[in-house]
């Protein structure tokens, strides 16, 4: 039976207890996947974990947002269904001198006690089942460790299998839950889309009467789609994820009022165009994407808030995509005053 680590919460400590001494040495090619210092290769781009570059952490996904949203205006979406991201996964992550550099100064420090660095020791050293830290198998694969997710969602201690050997081109144990797929992929880059926000433009603008209709439409330059690739480039393994815009939906702020059409949503044509712009002479026409107020906002004004519906797709380097990530929402609210109209008695 393969000797198991101290569980998440514990590696933590180590990890706190130990990184001073570990982070004193210096990071050289082979110390971890991807080698020493790492460049983001593209804008947009970000290696994960808190210490790229050395023994620590071998900042094995790269994230690509150069096709992300952008601007102070943008935000995660909501899902629609209720979804959290991978807690924690096991991937590619040392060299054989990488783990020998990692695990050496917890077992010289002593800090995990001399039966365990024993059992350790003849686990990763000795032959029971690898030796020397697998230095004769250098550049013919890597050990895996697990990552955890960095906003820590439910279950993210799940993953204490302890370091285990991968051939570069074998798949990982099947025994072994949690490894990264391609679909674990598309599920952290879901995590990482940002969608824009926008005021829909209004005739009237920003001041509108009782009963009449006030159209509403936003153009295509925001609304696009917008996708984020995680990729893991020492398994050629990789996932887009894709939100589109389908719908837009207006909620007036208050119930003394009428959306147009009547359920409030409007559809995103295929250029990303909602509703239409008011143009001279469609005073008597019922707008496409509109809404029309029934009582006066009074001395205040009325909060419509525009929610845009993003369908969410991905693909993978596997062939693999799908629908089945939950499409979400995002939004923004903003004031519009509503007025009596003012009659004249002769």
């Known amino acids: 039976m393969p000797a198991m680590r101290p569980d998440s919460r514990t590696l933590i400590a180590l990890f706190l207890a130990t990184s001073f001494l570990a982070g004193a040495q210096t990071a050289v090619a082979d110390t971890g996947v991807g080698g020493g210092t790492k460049t983001p290769p593209n804008p947009g781009e970000k290696t994960t974990g808190d210490a790229d570059g050395n023994v620590l952490s071998a900042g094995v996904i790269v994230y690509d947002r150069s096709k992300n949203g952008s601007g102070q205006s943008v935000g995660p979406v909501t899902p629609l269904a209720s979804w959290t991201p991978p807690a924690c996964w096991y991937a590619p992550k040392y060299s054989p001198a990488a783990l020998q550099a990692y695990l050496e100064p917890i077992w010289e420090a002593g800090s995990t006690g001399d039966a365990w660095d024993a059992t350790q020791r003849d686990r990763y050293v000795n032959g029971k089942p690898y030796k020397d830290f697998n230095k004769d198998e250098a550049g013919k694969g890597y050990w895996w460790d697990s990552y955890v997710n960095k906003s820590f969602p439910p279950g993210w201690d799940k993953c204490d299998e302890p370091y285990f050997w991968v051939a570069t081109g074998d798949d990982p144990p099947a025994d072994i839950p949690n490894t990264v797929t391609p679909e674990i992929l598309a599920k952290l880059a879901y995590n990482e889309i940002r969608v824009p926000s926008k005021d829909v ?9 009782v009963n009449l209709p006030t159209w509403a439409w936003l153009d295509g330059a925001t609304f696009k789609p917008v996708s984020v690739t995680a990729r893991i480039d020492a398994l050629g393994m990789w996932a887009t994820t894709t939100a589109k815009p389908v ?11 009428v959306t147009y059409p009547a359920s409030g949503v409007c559809q995103i044509d295929g250029n990303g165009t909602v509703g239409e712009k008011y ?19 009074g001395d205040g004004s009325y909060q419509l808030k525009a929610t845009v519906t993003w369908q969410i797709s991905w693909t993978g380097s596997d062939g693999g995509g799908a629908h089945d990530l939950p499409d979400g929402t995002f939004g923004r609210s903003q004031d519009v005053t509503v007025q009596e109209i003012q009659s004249v008695n002769r």
Not at 201 to 209: E, I, Q, V
Not at 247 to 257: M, N, R, V, W
Request: aromatic share 2%.
């Open 201 to 209: 433009s209004l005739a009237p603008a920003n001041t509108t009467k």
């Open 247 to 257: 719908a837009l939906k207006i909620d007036p702020g208050t119930s003394d009022a």
């Open 279 to 297: 143009a001279k002479g469609d005073a008597d026409r019922t707008p496409p994407c509109g809404v029309r107020y029934l009582r006066s906002s």
